[in-house]
């Protein structure tokens, strides 16, 4: 199954699509892709805020909305993980 990633808007109009996919495992390609799309949004100043995450792969997804870096810095080390998490669990 593909999956679709996170949709995450920032400075009011600009959208982003965070993958959720590890490019058949070669994850040297992954992790070069994903450290460049974590830097661009890590380095956002802070008028880019708020922004708005989506997971596009959950029917009943509900928007998350991150007002500042710390909120992000959370959402990934623990909403991300938990839902990285929880799908390899359920293949």
Same mark, same amino acid.
């Given at each position: 199954? $593909? =999956?679709?990633g996170y949709l995450i808007k920032y400075d009011n109009n600009k959208? =982003?699509?965070?993958?959720?996919w590890d490019? !058949? !495992?070669d994850?040297?390609?992954t992790n070069r892709v994903w450290n460049k799309l974590l830097t661009k949004l890590k380095s956002l100043p802070h008028n880019s805020y708020p922004m708005s995450i989506l997971d596009l792969d959950k029917e009943d997804s509900k928007t998350v909305a991150? #007002?500042?870096p710390k909120e992000f810095e $959370?959402? =990934?080390? $623990?909403?991300f993980e938990k839902v990285v998490n929880? #799908?390899?669990v359920s293949t």
């Open positions: 199954m $593909y =999956l679709k959208v =982003l699509t965070f993958p959720k490019f !058949g !495992g994850k040297s390609n991150i #007002s500042n $959370y959402w =990934l080390k $623990y909403s929880e #799908s390899e």
